[in-house]
């Protein structure tokens, strides 16, 4: 955006040449590295197993890895790291991979042998060497243990801060070959990088009906796809693997990256946790694009506080780690980082806030969703819409054509592929079965969350608001009294149950969110139902549920299950209220229920307004 310049000059087909700010011609995949271009090796054993795909069977180790990889000579690796190659080095070892987790150690791998609050990795170092490890990256307590398993010993004193930029060299930069949008913030990261994922694809389709050359990579397949990596899952295309956290770490990641590449994906949306960028899981990534939606008190049992909580996620916006900066200027926080971040900015406001470069106009919220104009620092005007309700969801598209934007696409193609995006799993996700009032399931499981959440569904709720809520176990406990209390105050039934108690007394739980609950002025909130049992809980609300009303079940979205003691059963929110829903309609005026029944009558008599 010329006399912007925080922008970088749009081109159609950023979405397939990565890198708003890397000027000039990409350089060829594979390029450089230790060896310069060369042959690439076909890695061992190498599966792309763990996908949801029917017919793949799950093989351990998990996730997934690139097929071909140069390899890096280990001496490489030791001057990468400043130091002698270990002296157990056999004359030309080279790795072609590598993972912190021993039992997915495959051969040719660097094992990184981590210190760790309870054992240290260099314990598993035989296991490692069994499968096939080429040399440990260990700190000075490991390195006898790693010795004696016969693994040549690479020594730092911090491996764990070195592991993400050796797996970024051994897998040979793959990030660099893709456009990488990472999201950070306390709320919204997930739904962000599903709506970003929305525009890259809509980006794409553009670039092949234009007939734009493809600049793909050695080895790509022919496909042209997007990625994305967050809390429910990595996408690549449409292939889905599970996730285990929000932010892999360093080594899974590059592999992913590495991954990625070779599957012919040119750009990635991904969230970045807080937790990812203190513990070193983005080392190596240099993103193009860093995306800052929001910060409100949460994970305050890992940061001592606030301000150690804001510096954590500033960290992304610095110049080792991004290459352009998209902020809310709605948030407090925000604007401070707008202030504070020595790369470009682009901010963006759902609140139409002049000041800001991206503004929301004329918004208009909808059960389903909100649409709204999308206004550009040159005069743009660019219909768009919000796919999910809530006006925070007219934050996170906003935030996600912004940044589409910055990547260098057509703002109204950004618009239109955000608006596509069907949903996003667990995120008011919407259970239809044909009740004539609106059900959905949310991950809210903050006490911000769960406000913005009641607070949204509460505008496009004619009648009663039903709410069921649970706090998770051997987690933040102080957030619990914050959550009963708002979920007392803004709903009409708040339901109290169980989320995962984990090793926790789940009564000792609902005791904390009930004091909360007790904590509202007795006129000031709904009726409060206690319920330790969660599927027990949901029919509860969905008995209550009139025509046009609105139940929600809040806390755990997409999962899949609930931890009780230890032990995981199969739970879905969403499939346990859609029976819950066919239930009542079969059983109206179930005895435990009766007085709040709605009556066979009443619900056969109205349209769904969902
Ligand atoms: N911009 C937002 N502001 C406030 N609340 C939001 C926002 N976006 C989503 N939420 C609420 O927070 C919940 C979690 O959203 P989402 O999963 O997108 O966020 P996240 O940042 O990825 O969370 P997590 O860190 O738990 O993975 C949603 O289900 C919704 O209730
Ligand atoms: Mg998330």
């Known amino acids: 955006m010329p006399g912007r310049p925080a922008s970088p000059a749009p081109s159609r087909s950023a979405a397939v040449r990565p890198g708003p700010a890397s000027a000039g011609p990409r350089p060829p995949s594979f390029r450089g590295g230790p060896h310069g271009p060369g042959t690439l090796t076909a890695v061992p054993h190498a599966d792309q197993s763990q996908t949801t795909q029917k017919d793949a069977a799950p093989v351990y180790p998990g996730p997934p890895r690139p097929v071909r990889v140069r390899p890096t000579p280990l001496a490489e690796l030791a001057g990468q790291l400043g130091i002698e190659a270990p002296v157990a080095t056999e004359e030309g070892a080279e790795a072609t991979g590598i993972t912190h987790d021993s039992r997915a150690v495959r051969p040719g791998d660097v094992y990184a042998a981590l210190p760790g609050a309870r054992v240290h990795g260099a314990d598993f170092a035989a296991q490692a060497a069994d499968l096939g490890a080429v040399a440990a990256l260990t700190d000075p307590a490991g390195a006898e243990r790693v010795a004696a398993a016969g693994l040549p010993a690479l020594v730092v004193p911090d491996p764990r801060a070195r592991m993400g930029a050796l797996a970024a060299t051994i897998y040979g930069e793959p990030g660099e070959d893709l456009l990488q949008i990472g999201i950070t913030g306390t709320s919204g990261k997930t739904t962000t990088a599903y709506l970003m994922e929305g525009g890259l694809r809509a980006a794409l389709a553009a670039d092949r009906a234009s007939g734009a050359p493809a600049d793909r990579n050695e080895g790509a397949q022919a496909a042209e796809l997007t990625g994305l990596i967050g809390t429910v899952e990595t996408r690549i295309g449409d292939e889905r693997i599970k996730s285990e ?125 909100s649409t709204f104009t999308a206004l550009g620092p040159e005069g743009q005007a660019v219909r768009a819409a919000a796919p999910l309700p809530g006006t925070f969801n007219v934050a996170n598209a906003l935030a996600a054509i912004t940044a589409l934007v910055v990547a260098g696409i057509d703002p109204q193609t950004a618009a239109d592929g955000v608006a596509a995006v069907p949903g996003v799993p667990g995120r008011l996700e919407r259970v239809d ?178």
């Open 245 to 369: 956290r929000t932010t892999p770490e360093a080594t899974d990641l590059q592999a992913l990256f590495a991954v990625m590449r070779e599957r012919g994906v040119r750009s990635v949306a991904m969230e970045v946790s807080s937790h990812a960028l203190v513990l070193g899981r983005v080392d190596g990534c240099v993103f193009d694009i860093a995306v800052f939606n929001n910060l409100s008190p949460e994970h305050l049992d890992f940061h001592p506080d606030m301000e150690d909580y804001y510096r954590a996620k500033a960290q992304l916006f610095t110049k080792a780690r991004s290459r352009a900066a998209v902020i809310n200027h709605d948030d407090e926080y925000g604007q401070r980082l707008a202030r504070e971040t020595q790369i470009p900015v682009t901010t963006f406001s759902a609140e139409g806030h002049p000041d800001a470069d991206w503004r929301a106009a004329g918004v208009e919220i909808g059960p389903l969703g």
């Open 433 to 610: 079965a044909g009740q004539p009032y609106l059900a959905v399931v949310d991950y809210a499981h903050k006490p911000d969350a769960v406000e913005s959440v009641l607070r949204a569904l509460r505008k496009v709720t004619d009648g009663k608001l039903h709410a069921v809520l649970g706090c998770g176990g051997d987690r933040d406990p102080h957030k619990r009294h914050a959550m009963g209390a708002a979920l007392a105050r803004l709903s009409d039934t708040a339901v109290l149950t169980s989320d995962n108690p984990r090793s926790e007394d789940p009564l000792a739980i609902l005791a904390a969110m009930l004091a909360g609950a007790a904590d509202v002025p007795t006129h000031e909130r709904g009726t409060v139902l206690v319920e330790e049992e969660r599927a027990v809980a949901i029919a509860a609300a969905v008995a209550r549920a009139e025509p046009g009303d609105t139940v929600v079940v809040a806390g755990k979205g997409h999962e899949q299950g609930q931890d009780i003691a230890g032990v995981v059963r199969a739970f879905d929110d969403r499939q346990v209220l859609r029976e819950a829903i066919e239930a009542a309609r079969q059983h109206p005026g179930h005895p435990y229920y009766a007085s709040a029944a709605p009556s066979a009558s009443r619900t056969q008599h109205h349209d769904d307004q969902g």
